[in-house]
């Protein structure tokens, strides 16, 4: 590039970012003017069209526009961008070989949107499909198709209602057009299965607003609602999702909706450029000036989802949508040019056209200059608008014949099914879900992340599991079955909020074979797990029968605060002779333990810490959190048995399993010794 030729680069290949790039090349030579576009994938995803590739309606390739064919005379690179330096005029970027590389420019467009964040809700990450890109789509449509063959061959009805249960979470335009997809898929496809009927599938939309699509006029949401319900999609409005699992979504109000399906259309993280960006924010978007550049920087400029964008037309911030994305490209572009030629920029300032919604079954409700219309004319129009927003001529065809053969021919039930042996995961459960029950195939290995899980021994003639050994954050299960080959031998369920991360069997046979100290860990495991009560049945039933409050000891001391010193919780320790400080915090509920070891480091702590006193040191920086604790309701066999499990000589006691205020603590010696006075009668 000569010294004359002025480069722009623009971070990000949505609407935004490549109607800029190309209403730039419109407007200046090649000669005048290089464009680089940089985006991780190499083509543009059309997103108002995921829910039809998620019910088969349209094929992935359709709804992705290659942007090395439709950036004509425009440089596109698929490098991630790790970092913008815009003091200095360059973006860094990871170039082929790995090496972290950097590119100057003249003037910079920011446009990389935002990502999903199914985070925001405990278990969507692990339970939920996302749906912002095309693999999300294709995920959706190959979960939902196993979900109808695995109903056509189960003999239990009740699980059958599960497999056919789908939950939508969130009302707004992703929401009901995937929600409207699936029912028109599902509902469809019954009269290829014998074993249910179009009565059997439920298709739940969960809105935590008292109306669905708040973006379009009143009247228009109570009608697609309408349409929606005659469809047989129920809603569940003024109603926020609260956690998801296997089983389904739990709200707010306590209700629990079921379903083996969940599609979560709400939560965005920033990008992590915008994250790293040292610029005025608005609600985790670059604020800009009014012609959308940045403040105190004019050569750099952000558009799109990631940017917060005032709109002159009437004052208000720009909602993050197509429409107005492509507006905000185009008017950059010559904002840009009038920069380059030392001219006045102009704010943005775009009135909206209108909104469109496809509901599913031939029905839409739009809104187009004031005109309002719904049913088959406005499925009409919705597919019309969106047939001459594709990007390409090629795509225009390809996606105007699959609509038309949608018509005429039922979507294909063919689903590509992934191989899944080889696979690590993360799993949430909630309170009393179960991870796997006694007879279940072996097939993950577990180690826990955060919270507790309870290891259950075999149902007894009264029908109840006793509780043999609690597991903390740390610990791993199932290695037994998976190495043996055999069935699960034990039922393990979620003692709390529970996150896991699961290994697939080939997964976890190859890492331990290569992993000497996992294989030496596993196998020590395996041999403590042996049941050493096989052979001192009256030992484990007198256990089982002593009340765990008969052995329990009350604490000496009241209990410290995160924010004590830990002075204080040494002369307490060496004072009252303790083995144990229990730690709470200001509701009284425990939260970390101190033992005699964790005192050993306070010297490093204090090495570390940048006043370097231990005056200054609090329990919290030295406290174990989240320690193993046992319920007063639980027996003196659980007790004993997830002290051998972990080593512990003692345990603290909590009231309950969900109320953590500490009620005392047992130790090993106090319960062998009641075992032995029962032995002797």
């Known amino acids: 590039m000569t010294n004359s030729i002025k480069r722009v680069i623009i971070l990000g290949g949505g609407f935004a970012g490549v109607k800029c790039a190309r209403t730039l090349r419109k407007l200046l030579p090649v000669d005048e003017l290089d464009i680089v576009v940089f985006n991780c994938e190499n083509h543009m995803v059309f997103h108002p069209l995921l829910a039809e590739v998620a019910s088969g309606a349209l094929q992935p390739k359709h709804v992705g526009a290659p942007l090395r064919q439709i950036l004509k005379h425009i440089h596109f690179r698929s490098e991630d961008v790790l970092n913008i330096d815009i003091d200095n ?64 061959v189960c003999d239990d009805s009740e699980r059958k209602l599960d497999y056919l249960s789908f939950v939508i979470v969130g009302g707004g335009f992703s929401g009901i057009e995937i929600a409207g997809e699936i029912n028109e898929l599902v509902r469809q496809s019954t009269k290829f299965y014998t074993n249910f009927s179009p009565a059997d599938i439920k298709v739940t939309v969960i809105h935590s607003r008292d109306q669905i699509l708040p973006e379009v006029n009143p009247k228009l949401g109570a009608f697609a609602q309408k349409k929606m319900e005659e469809a047989g999609i129920n809603f569940v409005l003024n109603s926020a999702a609260a956690r998801a699992s296997a089983e389904g979504v739990s709200l707010k109000d306590g209700r629990f ?126 597919r019309g608008v969106y047939l001459i927003k594709t990007p390409s001529i090629p795509q225009k065809i ?110 976890f046979t190859q890492i331990s074979g290569a992993l000497k100290p996992l294989a030496d860990a596993v196998g020590k495991t395996i041999s403590r797990r042996t049941n050493v009560w096989s052979n001192l049945g009256a030992a484990q039933k007198i256990l089982h029968d002593i009340p765990l409050e008969t052995v329990m000891e009350p604490l000496k001391t009241a209990p410290l605060a995160v924010n004590d010193y830990i002075g204080k919780a040494v002369s307490v320790i060496n004072e009252e002779r303790l083995d144990i400080c229990t730690i709470v915090d200001e509701q ?21 810490l940048a006043n370097g006193s231990p005056r200054h040191i609090t329990v919290g920086d030295i406290m174990v959190t989240a320690p193993i604790v046992i319920a007063k309701n639980d027996s003196a066999l659980t007790a004993v048995d997830t002290m051998r499990e972990h080593g512990f000589k003692l345990l603290p ?29």
């Open 588 to 608: 009284g509920l425990l939260v970390g333990m101190v033992t005699r070891s964790d005192l050993f480091r306070v010297v490093e702590v204090a090495a570390a």
């Open 89 to 152: 005029n360059h973006v860094e970027y990871e170039a082929h070989d790995g090496k972290r590389q950097k590119m100057p420019y003249d003037q910079l467009v920011i446009a990389c949107g935002s990502a999903a964040n199914l985070g925001l809700i405990h278990g969507m990450d692990e339970y939920a499909f996302g749906l912002k890109t095309i693999g999300d789509a294709l995920a959706i449509q190959m979960h939902v198709m196993e979900q109808l063959e695995k109903a056509e």
């Open 398 to 507: 390809k996606v105007g014949l699959e609509w038309a053969c949608d018509l005429v021919f039922p979507r294909t039930l063919a689903y590509l099914k992934a191989d899944r042996t080889k696979r690590i995961g993360r799993l949430y459960f909630p309170p009393g879900d179960f991870i796997f029950r006694i007879g279940d195939p072996a097939t993950d290995f577990y180690a826990v992340e955060k919270g507790q899980v309870e290891i259950l021994g075999p149902v007894d003639s009264s029908g109840n599991q006793n509780i043999l050994t609690i597991l903390g954050p740390g610990d791993f299960f199932g290695e037994g079955a998976l190495l043996n080959g055999h069935t699960r031998r034990h039922s393990v369920r979620a003692r709390t909020d529970l996150e896991l991360v699961a290994l697939g069997a080939n997964v």
């Open 653 to 681: 006691v909590v009231e309950s399993e969900n109320q953590r205020k500490v009620a005392g603590y047992v130790r090993v010696e106090k319960i062998m010794d009641a075992v032995i006075k029962q032995l002797a009668k």
């Open 257 to 382: 909706i079921h379903g083996r399906t969940i599609v979560c259309t709400i939560g965005n993280a920033v990008h992590h450029l915008i994250q790293q960006l040292d610029v005025p924010k608005n609600k985790g978007r670059i604020a800009t000036e009014s012609d959308m550049s940045l403040p105190g920087h004019q050569n750099v400029w952000a558009i799109g989802d990631c940017a917060a964008i005032t709109n002159a037309h009437d004052g208000s911030l720009s909602p993050p949508v197509a429409q107005f994305a492509e507006r905000q490209g185009s008017q950059v572009a010559q904002n840009i040019i009038a920069r380059l030629k030392q001219q006045p920029t102009k704010p943005f300032s775009f009135k909206m056209l209108g909104s469109l919604c496809s509901i599913g079954g031939f029905n839409a409700v739009a809104e187009i200059s004031g005109i309002r219309m719904s049913g088959f004319p406005a499925w009409f129009v919705w």
